[in-house]
């Protein structure tokens, strides 16, 4: 029975690229001089350091940039508040990766409101389109792209 993944996934080398050149711009920048201004990577989160609110905004503007250069979508980065103490500023950006379970709930039933014949089931956080004939399965993709969530979605997996 043929089938395919609906995910949300990232290329973690690319933003690892991407993190590195906006650090080397911003190092470059001089605007940016003596500032002491950096993005860093953790886990599932960047961390933003400059001298002042105004430059966490200029450095949005060239991670965002960089990050939509090397074909991330930035709708991946879900900005938190600047905080600023003494001299310094800082913002935590989260990065979302998988599909959350109410996002895949969504989704399963915009397919089974199509009234397609496919089937769709919550696997962790991804989720399986299951269809007797190809040609539904492509018009499931076709119907999920037309909705435009706030998540990039990928369609991996795909088997005859």
Do not use: C, W
């Not at 996002?103 to 919550?122: D, F, H, R, W």
């Amino acid at each position: 029975m043929p089938s395919f993944d609906v995910v949300s996934e990232i290329e973690q080398h690319e933003l690892n690229n991407a993190i590195d050149q906006a650090n080397r711009e911003i190092g470059n920048r001089f605007d940016f001089k003596g500032s002491d201004s950096k993005i860093e990577l953790n886990d599932d989160s960047l961390t933003l350091q400059s001298a002042s609110e105004f430059q966490i905004k200029q450095i949005h503007d060239i991670l965002e940039n960089k990050v939509s250069k090397r074909g991330i979508d930035v709708r991946i980065l879900e900005y938190g508040d600047i905080e600023e103490t003494n001299n310094r500023a800082k913002q935590t950006i989260a990065i979302k990766k998988g599909i959350d379970t109410e996002l895949a709930k969504k989704i399963v039933k915009l397919v089974k409101e199509t009234k397609m014949k496919v089937q769709a089931n919550i696997q962790g956080d991804q989720i399986r389109i299951m269809g007797k004939k190809r040609d539904d399965l492509q018009e499931a993709i076709a119907k999920i792209k037309e909705a435009k969530y706030a998540l990039p979605l990928q369609f991996v997996n795909f088997r005859d």
